[in-house]
């Protein structure tokens, strides 16, 4: 499955709530997610652009394999192919991987506020070390796009990228870490 979505950068997040609420959208959830992140010892993975990501969602727990679709520029891929599956614990979850062979390449935190609106997503994702950023996800890159004007998002200031391209344009390697929380960050 191909999942669509934009990111937006710098984001004035009370200004943008604030056209989410004149728009009619409805908030509907803050979050705290916990993340575990695994690949084979030798990263065969990353060295495809993809990962194994176990997360609490606090309501569920979901194991999810994703793929960066690569795009020419940086931060500019065309999309992310994702398989994922709700299952029953996180540590659980997290011992059977690793007793397959998988290796845990970090853990991480982040805070997710969502609102919905006409079937498309808008969450604002808060990283420690990252400012705030917003994510439009809906069914097709035109939903996304047409929901960014909506908001009167500039479409060239679109990003298409993982959160881990986010650390590297702010000068930050997620992979120099073991550990990223709101707490500490935990350097390897």
Not at 39 to 55: E, T
Not at 110 to 122: A, I, P, S, T, Y
Not at 157 to 162: A, E, I, L, Q, R
């Amino acid at each position: 499955m191909q999942e669509f979505e934009g990111i937006w950068l710098d984001v004035d997040v009370a200004e943008l709530e604030g056209k989410l609420k004149e728009l009619g959208a409805e908030r509907v959830g803050e979050y705290l997610y916990r993340r575990k992140v695994f690949d084979y010892p030798d990263l065969r993975l990353d060295s495809d652009g993809a990962w194994v990501r176990l997360r609490d969602e606090g309501e569920k727990v979901t194991l999810t394999f994703k793929k960066r679709i690569r795009g020419e520029a940086h931060g500019k891929d065309e999309g992310m192919i994702e398989h994922e599956v709700e299952v029953s614990d996180f540590e659980t979850t997290a011992r059977l991987l690793e007793s397959i062979g998988l290796a845990l390449k970090f853990y991480e935190e982040n805070k997710r506020v969502r609102w919905q609106l006409d079937g498309v997503e808008f969450d604002f994702d808060t990283w420690p070390m990252l400012e705030t950023y917003l994510e439009i996800e809906s069914s097709s890159d035109e939903n996304v796009d047409a929901a960014a004007q909506k908001l009167g998002l500039d479409l060239s200031d679109k990003f298409v990228c993982s959160t881990m391209q986010i650390y590297e344009m702010k000068g930050i390697n997620e992979k120099d870490y073991k550990e990223i929380t709101f707490e500490r960050c935990i350097k390897r």
